[in-house]
Every structure is written in structure tokens, then in C-alpha cells.
């Protein structure tokens, strides 16, 4: 019989995570319960259970589990640096290509499917998209297609989330889901830029900012039907916050210091008023995504600010050891900042939706 000590272990190993552990246990009290005809509790439930094993406000997810890990994803890494170099070389691109999709897929059925490994599964998934957006491009290059279809990338775009799709469909690796919105923004920019090019050229920042804030809602909704993070959901919205919050930050910080990044007084207050507030949702939401995208730009900020007081040579040491005690202040009090500041906003109904802020001690 498998103990508690067994699936501590599997955890250990990689072979499971922590919330499969708390599930494994869940399930085996209620069979337990059930043969003793003593059924649970009103209100005893997985999460319940784990919320006392795993913390949300930890946002984790899963990686590497082990060394091999590593190791076969230098392997993936290899194989499609070799095809990529022999399609450049020897020509034949799009037959290249298509090997790289087929091994794509039959390493999936190996490392994704059968041996769960994480990091391979990613490189995997990212490597047939790619495969089949290439792939696509070559076979649509010098077709005379109709300019609606911007050259073929639309199709290309089109191929990447459609691959991403297909990907999900069989192996459930979690970064799909953002491999698949990546390549409908990619499809929807191509589209603009074909059917209205001066306004893809002078609203890109606008466009951008907004498929960063469909891709947002879409990581919310998933948070929200899994609060304490115990399922798949959890991992592929992180994922589609790490896309949302580029999409987001970047276009929006660009739109006011412009391409060159030229930095006042006003505008680095206004950045830094940005990115309280980025900090706000943050916490509310429980993930760091918008703040990571933000750092550089708070960083340059407040160099500048403190570049108007002192010599120029002290202003980046300064403004990095700033950032730098803002990081891990934040870090060292992210429990106790959701606690101060969720319960004191009027979020209603949806503050049940939100990760619980008393999983554990602070």
C-alpha cells in the first residue's frame, strides 16, 4: 500500500507534483470513507485539503523535475538546430520542415504523453508550431496569393495556432494554450497590416495592448475556475499572463517615451504611477507577470529621477539597488500585502473567485 511518505517522495522525484500528492490523498480518505460508511464532511473537498500543502501565492508551476529534464531538452534543442542548419545548407526547406514536425510530434508521444517531462514537453510543443508555421510560409511563398492573405503570414500564423490546437488536444501541455493565442494575434496583426497597412503602422502599440488584454481575460477566467491552483488551468495561465503582460506593458510604456525612450521628469512619475498600479493588480490577482514586464521601465524611471540629484555615475548602481530592495521586499511581503490590501477593495462576489488570501500563515 502506498503511505503518505511514498507520494512525498514521487514529489520528490518529479514523478508527481504536490497537488496530485494532495488529490491521491483525497481520493484514497473518501474510498476509505466510503467502505467505513462514514462519508465526509459537508464541505471537505480537495481543495480544502490542499489548501493546507500548497499555497497559491507560491504561483508555481512545472519546469524541470529532474536533471533529465535538462538533458533531454538539450537533446530537442540539438535536433532542431541540425534540421534548421541541413534545410539552410542543403535546401529543401519545406521537406525539412516537415521532418521537423513528424520528430516533433514523435518525441511529444515519448517525453509529453508517456514520460511527462516538462521542459521537454514545452520545447516540444514550441518546436511543432514553429515546424508547422514554417512549413506552411515555404509552401505559400511565390504562390500569388490574394493580398488579403499578406504573403502567406496570415496562413503561417494560422498553421501556429492551429498546430498549438492540435498539440492540446493530444498531449495537454499546459504552454499550448498560449502557443495557440500567440498565433491568432500573429494572424489578426497580419490581417491589419494587409487590409489597412498605415493603420497596423501607426495604432500597433494600441492593437497590441489590446490582444495583450484579450489574452489577460482569458488567463483570468482560467484563475478563476481553479483559485488555489491544483490543475492544469493554473499552469497554462501562467503561461497566458507571461504573454499578456508583454503584450500589455511593453506597447504601453513604448506609446509614451516613444521609440527612442526619451525620459522626463513627468513621464518617469507617470511610469511609476503605472507600475504601482500594475503592482495593485498584481497582488489582487496573484501573479507577478505585469511587474516583471515592468521592471526595466520603472528601472530606467527611476535612474532618471535620481540622475537629476546626483552624478551620473551613481544613478544606475542607485536605481538597480532600489529595484533591487523593491524585488525582494515584495517577495518577503506578498502575503501579508494581498492580506492588507484584497479584504479592502470593493470586489464583492468576485473576491471568492480570487486566490484564498489565508492558505497560510504569514
Partial sequence: MIVEEDLQAAVAEGIIDQ????????????????????????????????GRAIDPD?????????????????GVGLLAGALLGLSRVVGFGDAFSAVALIAAWGLS???????????PSILLATMFCASASLLVAQLAADRGLPSILYGGWVLAALAFSGAALLHHWRFRVPITMAL???????????????????LAQDY???????????????????????????????????WLHLLAAGLIVHPVFRGMVGAAGSF?????????????????????????????????????????????????????????????????ALSAGWRMLRRLLVPALPLGRWRERLPPIDATPA
Avoid: W
Fill in 19 to 50: 497537488a496530485q500528492a494532495v488529490r491521491i490523498t483525497h481520493l484514497a480518505r473518501l474510498r476509505i470513507d466510503a467502505k467505513t460508511a462514514n462519508p465526509p464532511r459537508l464541505g471537505d473537498s480537495v481543495t480544502a485539503e490542499a
Fill in 58 to 74: 507560491d504561483e508555481r508551476f512545472r519546469l524541470i523535475g529532474g536533471f533529465n529534464d535538462v538533458f533531454v531538452a538539450i
Fill in 109 to 119: 508521444e515519448v517525453f509529453a504523453r508517456r514520460m511527462r517531462l516538462a521542459l
Fill in 180 to 198: 495557440m493565442a500567440g498565433g491568432a494575434i500573429g494572424a489578426v496583426l497580419a490581417l491589419v497590416s494587409a487590409l489597412a497597412p498605415a
Fill in 204 to 238: 500597433l502599440n494600441p492593437i497590441l495592448a489590446l490582444c495583450g488584454l484579450s489574452v489577460f481575460a482569458l488567463a483570468l477566467r482560467l484563475d478563476m475556475r481553479d483559485p488555489r491552483r491544483l490543475t492544469r488551468r493554473s499552469d497554462a495561465a501562467f
Fill in 264 to 328: 522626463t521628469t513627468g513621464t518617469s512619475l507617470v511610469v511609476l504611477g503605472i507600475f504601482v498600479v500594475l503592482g495593485i493588480i498584481a497582488l489582487v490577482i496573484d501573479r507577478r507577470a505585469l511587474l516583471v514586464s515592468a521592471l526595466s521601465y520603472a528601472g530606467i524611471a527611476v535612474a532618471y529621477l535620481i540622475s537629476q540629484s546626483v552624478s551620473g555615475d551613481l544613478s544606475l548602481p542607485l536605481a538597480l539597488l532600489g529595484l533591487a530592495v523593491l524585488v525582494l
